[in-house]
């Protein structure tokens, strides 16, 4: 175990993201993950996430999309799309959000810290740089890679992305970077569809795709013989992680039967992956998650993890 502390940035704006009753993108996600860490978890360093800054934005989204989460003033909740809403307390909900992400790459390229949990909401990995989708208003690990490459210089970032829906904004975003590395792990047929094992962008994508029910042994089994190995080939000198929590047998929403310790496993070998090429630098960043206890436990199985205290 590190004896350093784990920072985890959140806010309590990220609670005011209203989605109405009844929606499965509810504040009461982020209730669990903040109980469950606080509960079960010692060492780590509560922090409030910043603003993001609009220079910050500007870096992956549209002008329009800006405007249209920020700066509605709208005083009752509206609907984007059928699945995403836009409520009073949205925008500083979502800059929060993706403060978070860039506070937190700031912090451990100081060296403050080897790791970084971001437990925000709205998710992000959806949100295309002109519009926002399925749930996710701003795309907040696509702000923090973006300020890696932009104000720390980096030339190579990785994203990985084990949310069971594919990050569809992410990969957009990213499709022509060749500073960024984008591997995912997803359900296929699965909202939004994409994410096909072609579709590899300059080469820079990575794309697996799982079948309804595959379990443990098959998700394990593409991290480990094709997106792990790609990962490691990029050598990335920083990891962000897309940590949805989905794949859980429990979630209402998908149907690949993992277990929390599944996503222990996983985050182990993501740190060994920062330790290895990135001076550990790894920041985590919340997605989705929709069965409260299991998005409680796996949670606690990978912010521990995170902390080096998975055994293999
Ligand atoms: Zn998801």
Not at 56 to 79: K, N, S, T, W, Y
Not at 196 to 212: K, S
Not at 284 to 289: D, I, N, Y
Request: net charge negative; proline share 6%; glycine share 10%.
């Amino acid at each position: 175990m590190d004896a350093q502390p784990l920072p985890v940035f959140t806010h309590a704006a990220c609670f005011a993201h209203d989605t109405g009753p009844g929606h499965v993108e509810s504040p009461a996600r982020l209730g669990a993950v903040v109980t469950a860490l606080r509960d079960h978890v010692s060492g780590l360093e509560w922090l409030e996430a910043p603003r993001a800054t609009r220079g910050q934005l500007l870096r992956v989204h549209e002008p329009l999309l800006l405007h249209a989460v920020l700066e509605g003033g709208i005083d009752q909740p509206m609907q984007l799309d059928p699945d995403t809403v836009l409520s009073p307390g949205s925008a500083e909900a979502a800059l929060r959000a993706a403060g978070a992400v860039v506070a937190a790459v700031d912090m451990v390229m100081a060296g403050a810290g080897h790791a970084a949990f971001c437990a925000v909401r709205p998710p992000g990995h959806h949100a295309t740089a002109a519009h926002a989708m399925g749930f996710c208003l701003l795309n907040n690990i696509a702000v923090g890679a973006a300020h890696a490459l932009e104000r720390h210089g980096l030339a190579r970032v990785a994203v990985v992305d084990f949310d069971i829906h594919h990050g569809n904004g992410t990969q957009a975003i990213f499709a022509a970077e060749p500073r960024v590395l984008y591997a995912s792990a997803h359900e296929m047929p699965l909202f939004p569809g994409t994410g096909l094992p072609r579709d590899r962008g300059i080469g820079n994508l990575h794309n697996a795709a799982l079948r309804p029910g595959s379990g443990s042994a098959r998700f394990r089994e593409a991290w480990r013989e094709r997106l792990l190995p790609a990962l490691d080939g990029f050598e990335p000198q920083l990891v962000l992680v897309s940590a949805g929590f989905d794949g859980h047998r429990a979630d209402p929403l998908a149907n690949i039967e993992l277990e929390a310790d599944d996503f222990a496993w996983l985050t182990a070998e993501l740190v060994e992956l920062a330790a290895r090429h990135a001076d550990r630098r790894l920041v985590s960043v919340l997605e989705g998650g929709y069965d409260l206890p299991a998005l409680g436990e796996c949670s606690v199985a990978h912010v521990r993890a995170l902390q080096g205290g998975h055994a293999r």
